[in-house]
C-alpha cells in the first residue's frame, strides 16, 4: 500500500474546496468506496463538495439516505435531468481549486502507459490516446472543456482518477497519486529540507528509486544525520523531487540523491531542480559539480544540460568509490 503523507499534504489543502463528481453507474459500483474516501477527507478538515446524477427514483432513496447520513459535513449536488454532467461540474462556482472526477480509468498516452501529469496543451495534442474513457459521452468536447476552464482560471486542478478502494485517498495523501492531473500552473520552488516531515517525503523518493537499483540505501540515521544537505522541490507546497548535496572539496560538490517523483516525469521538473541546484552551488562559491548515476533517464538529463562526462583528475578517488556508475562533471565559471 503507498505511503500516506497525511499531515504534510492536508496543510497544501487547508482553505481549498475540493469537488469530488462521480456519474450515476460508476457510483453504484463503488459506492461504499467513495463515500469512505469522501469521509476520510472530512475528517482531515477538507471541505468538500459531491456531485452525482443518479435520478430522484424510488430504487435511488437508499443512496439518497447514505450519502445525507454518512457525508453530513460534505455539500450534496445532484446534477439535473437534461443537464451534461461535466459541464456542469465545471461551470458550478466562478472558481474552485480542485476537481475530481471519478471516472473507469485514467488518462493513458498512445502506448497505454498511464498519464499522471498533464498540461492542457499536451491533452489538446494527445486526445485520439483517450478512447474509452469516459463512456456515452462526447470524449472531446468534455476534455475541451476541461481544458478551456483551466486556461480561463477557473480552476486550478482537475483530476481523473479511476473508481476504486482508496482512490481518492491516494491521489491526494501519497507521492505519485493514483490518476492523471490535469493542469498548468506547476509553479516549482526549491530549498533545503526544512523539517523532520520533508525528510520522510524525501526518504519516500529516494525509496522508489532505490528499488529500482538506481541509488544506494540510505538509512534513518544517515537522514537525520545529513538532513543539512538535501534539498526538495515543490509544487503547491508538495515535495515532488529531492537533491543531496556532498561537499567534496572547497572548490567541488557532489549532486547526490537526484530523484524526481514519477507523477511528474516529463514536465521539466528535472530540468529545474538540476538548474536550481547549480544556481545555489554557484551562489555558495564551488567551481565544480559532479555526480554519479547508473539511471538512463538522469544521463540524459545531463548532457542536456551541458554535464560533461568523465572524471577530473581530482575526482579519481570519488570515482573508484563507485565503480559501476558514470560520472558526469559541469564546470562553474
Not at 28 to 44: A, M, N, T
Not at 194 to 202: C, M, N
Not at 315 to 330: A, G, N, V
Request: proline share 4%; net charge positive.
Amino acid at each position: 500500500m503507498p505511503k500516506l503523507h497525511i499531515e504534510a499534504y492536508t496543510r497544501a489543502l487547508t482553505g481549498k474546496t475540493i469537488f469530488i463528481a462521480c456519474r450515476e453507474g460508476i457510483l453504484r459500483d463503488h459506492f461504499s468506496d467513495i463515500v469512505d474516501d469522501i469521509k476520510f477527507l472530512c475528517r482531515q478538515g477538507i471541505a468538500t463538495t459531491f456531485f452525482h446524477n443518479m435520478p430522484n427514483r424510488f430504487s435511488n432513496q437508499k443512496h439518497f439516505k447514505s450519502l445525507a447520513e454518512r457525508l453530513q459535513d460534505t455539500q450534496i449536488v445532484r446534477v439535473p435531468p437534461g443537464q451534461e454532467f461535466f459541464g456542469f461540474v465545471l461551470a458550478y462556482r466562478p472558481f474552485v481549486s480542485k476537481i475530481i472526477f471519478i471516472e473507469r480509468k485514467y488518462l493513458v498516452d498512445p502506448a497505454g502507459d498511464k498519464i499522471n501529469a498533464v498540461n492542457t496543451q499536451h491533452v489538446r495534442e494527445t486526445l485520439t490516446a483517450y478512447s474509452d474513457l469516459i463512456g456515452n459521452v462526447n470524449l472531446k468536447d468534455v476534455m475541451e472543456n476541461i481544458c478551456r476552464r483551466i486556461d480561463a482560471g477557473s480552476c486550478d486542478r482537475v483530476h481523473i482518477l479511476p473508481a476504486g478502494r482508496h482512490t481518492i485517498k491516494h491521489e491526494l495523501f501519497t507521492i505519485e497519486g493514483s490518476g492523471t492531473l490535469i493542469a498548468n500552473n506547476f509553479v516549482e520552488t526549491f530549498g533545503r529540507v526544512e523539517t523532520a516531515r520533508e525528510l520522510k517525503v524525501v526518504a519516500g523518493i529516494l525509496g522508489m528509486y532505490r528499488r529500482q537499483s538506481y541509488l544506494l540505501p540510505r538509512d534513518k540515521t544517515y537522514f537525520e544525520k545529513n538532513r543539512g544537505n538535501f534539498y526538495v522541490t515543490k509544487i503547491d507546497d508538495i515535495i515532488v523531487g529531492c537533491a543531496e548535496a556532498k561537499f567534496l572539496d572547497p572548490h567541488t560538490v557532489e549532486l547526490g540523491a537526484l530523484a524526481i517523483s514519477t507523477r511528474f516525469r516529463n514536465q521539466r521538473v528535472g530540468v529545474f531542480t538540476v538548474n536550481a541546484f547549480v544556481e545555489e552551488m554557484r551562489c555558495s562559491g564551488y567551481r565544480r559539480i559532479i555526480s554519479l548515476t547508473r539511471n538512463p533517464r538522469l544521463t540524459a538529463l545531463y548532457r542536456s544540460l551541458g554535464f560533461t562526462r568523465g572524471v577530473p583528475p581530482s575526482c579519481e578517488k570519488r570515482r573508484r568509490q563507485s565503480p559501476r556508475s558514470e560520472m558526469y562533471f559541469l564546470n562553474l565559471t
